[in-house]
């Protein structure tokens, strides 16, 4: 079977490169010259371990072919998966201008070739987008029949674990109109025995919005818990283990830190929020899931004052750039906001991370002119007053403690993602604070 893919970003490459790799042939669309050029000479434009093995092999075995043209691709694709991006607006709300070109593009090909044709709707889209694609179809048809017919099919992929998440999900959600649908989404997704939610569109859509909306809520809910936990003295990780054990709440996602970041959680929260309150539901309470993520760092520069006193004047080495580990993306990470408090209380920063530098830079030049960047970790220790780990990099945890401290100015450590070992950093005579439990002196 001929598989359609439109946008080979993140969802859409990774999506791809495993329908190919399950056998599918697969004909990805690709608009921007740069990464068109780059995939067909099987180089991955997105970090995500395994990907580029997966891309190179299944172009070599004829399975994956990328172009910039969507009318062959139509002509040949029972099905064709909508993954193109849906930035944030400025108020919150998803801009859908992308969807609307591919669709219109859509439209115009099966209009040509006269015969039907299913749009999955990949992306992640505001409740009511399967319809209006359905409305705007119809619109683009120019009075003829409207060849195409529409359903949702959001992605639960995970930066980092995509492959393994494609291949072994939890669940498929799949929103449909007809049992003609249905029957060509049950074909492509035979293999898979995780269960299956046929269900309407509208329902689909929100299933994607209410998961990360509510796995964000659990994380701030959880750095809500581990602020009180600092004033009173208790410990957020023995909480976060005795509310795991039920069975009802479950441990995942109840990490404290510095708080959440990435390309879906900040931005699918405010669409979530825009939706709500468009249709006068009160939504409120993830404004308060919103403002609580984005007074996290300012709650560890606090708490960097309480072990340093004065920041003014101090060197700080920051652990981490990217939104969490095993990623090269930096979007909407928590490490901006940490170092511009930083600049703002007159430190200097040197900053590290494996793979964000570039990114870093690109993404925040204004905030990137004030940092000194090194891509060795060693580097970044000299003559330090202190450490903030603002990324969980399993290179940060594996460090020897013991050189570090020699290489200090200081030896403070503020470990914004409670991976370190506080036992160990005790030892080795570290001034160590985590989140959610007082500072260790
Ligand atoms: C998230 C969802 O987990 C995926 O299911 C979904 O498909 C994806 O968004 C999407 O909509 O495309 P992702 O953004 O890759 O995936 O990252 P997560 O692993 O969910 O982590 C998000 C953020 O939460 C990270 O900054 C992470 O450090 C933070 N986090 C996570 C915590 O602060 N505490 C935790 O306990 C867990």
Known sequence: MNIGV???????????????DLGFKVHVVEKDAVKL????EAQSTIYEPGLTELLDLNIKQGRLIFTDQIKPVVEQCEAVFLCVGTPS????????????????????????????????????????????????????????????????????LREGAAIRDFKEPERIVL?????????????????????????????????KYASNSFLATKISYINMVANLCEKVGADISKISEGMGYDIRIGRDFLNAGIGFGGSCFPKDLR?????????????????KVISINEDRPTQMVNKLKEMLWVLSGKKIAVLGLTFKPNTD????????????????????????????????VNMYPETAKNITFHHNVEEVFNESHAIVLVTDWKEYKE??????????????????????????????????????REINK
């Not at 450590?413 to 950093?425: K, P, S």
């Open 37 to 40: 050029k780059k995939l067909n």
């Open 271 to 287: 669409a979530f929020l825009h939706t709500g309150m468009s249709k006068n539901v009160d939504f409120s309470l993830l404004e």
């Open 175 to 207: 929103g449909v109109a007809s049992e003609w649908s249905k029957g060509i989404l049950n074909r492509i997704y035979s293999s898979f025995d995780c269960p299956k939610i046929f269900t309407d569109s509208n329902t689909a859509e929100i299933i």
């Open 399 to 436: 460090l020897d403690w013991k050189s570090v401290k020699a290489l200090l100015k200081l030896p403070v450590v503020l470990d914004a993602r409670n991976c370190l070992d506080t036992d160990l950093m005790m030892e080795n005579g570290f001034l160590y604070a985590c989140v959610g």
């Open 329 to 360: 993306d930096v979007r909407e990470t928590p490490a901006v906001g940490l170092i511009e408090a930083l600049v703002s209380e007159g430190a200097t920063v040197a900053a590290t991370d494996p793979l964000g530098i570039d990114n870093f």
């Open 89 to 156: 607006f400025i108020d919150g709300s998803a801009d859908m201008s992308q969807i609307e070109s591919a669709t219109k593009e859509i439209v115009e090909s099966t209009t040509f070739i006269k015969q039907k044709r299913l749009v999955v709707v990949k992306s992640t889209v505001p409740v009511g987008t399967a319809e209006w694609i359905d409305k705007i179809s119809k619109l683009y048809s120019n009075g003829e029949t409207s060849y195409i017919e529409i359903a949702s099919n959001p992605e639960f």
């Open 6 to 20: 439109i946008g080979a970003g993140y969802v859409g490459l990774v999506t791809a490169v495993c329908f190919a």
